[in-house]
Each structure stands twice: as C-alpha cells, then as structure tokens.
Nanobody, 118 residues
Framework: QVQLVESGGGLVQPGGSLRVSCEAS????????MGWVRQTPGKGLEWVST????????YYANSMKGRFTIFRDNAQNTLYLQMNNLQPEDTALYYC???????????WGQGTQVTVSS
C-alpha cells in the first residue's frame, strides 16, 4: 500500500491561487491512477480530479474545470493540484488517494486544509 503525504494547503483570498502536493512513498506510484478528493462539513466527500498513470489523461468534476489542474511528476513520486480562482466554496480538506476506479479510492493521505476567505 502506498503512503501519501499532502502539503501546501493554507489560507488564500477569494480569486487567489494555491498549489497542493502529494508525495508518495512507493516507486510503483507511476503505475497508479491518482486523484484528489475534498471533504467539507456540509457536503461530505467530493471527487475533484483524477489523472492516469503517465499523466496524459486528466478528469475533473464540473465545478473545477477551467480552474483546477492536476498533474504529476513520476520521477519525484509527486502528485499536484494547481487551484486558481479559488472561491469560499472551495474551502475543504483536500486528500490525495489512489484512484482504483468506479468511484473508489485507496491509500488516502492525511489531507491538507485549504481555506478561502477574505
């Protein structure tokens, strides 16, 4: 099972940008589909984005399209989520996880908090 550690969260003003990262412990990271999922007290868990193993294909929830970009560096075993034009409703705990398909995820990290507020 891969160990995942997220970082990069913080407080940002509406309209601002933030990049969160997820470092994986295993070299087999490059063979996994990976995703970001966020959790808010009101909405529960919400899928954000997924990227395939080589980074050539990306998928986004509708509300994130055009604002968020998922990418990965397999040489560094690291997954990223670049978030632009952040809004208060993007406030959440952001998790990275191995996307095992059909809406299921494994090997969750501990999460990194993103707060969007003026």
């Amino acid at each position: 099972q891969v160990q995942l550690v997220e970082s990069g969260g913080g407080l940002v003003q509406p309209g601002g940008s933030l990049r969160v990262s997820c470092e994986a412990s295993k070299v087999t990271f490059s063979t996994y589909y990976m995703g970001w999922v966020r959790q808010t007290p009101g909405k529960g868990l919400e899928w954000v984005s997924t990227i395939n193993a080589d980074g050539g294909s990306t998928y986004y929830a509708n509300s994130m399209k055009g604002r968020f970009t998922i990418f990965r560096d397999n040489a560094q075993n690291t997954l990223y989520l670049q978030m632009n034009n952040l809004q208060p409703e993007d406030t959440a705990l952001y998790y990275c996880a191995q996307d095992t398909g059909w809406g299921t995820f494994a090997s969750w990290g501990q999460g990194t908090q993103v707060t969007v507020s003026s």
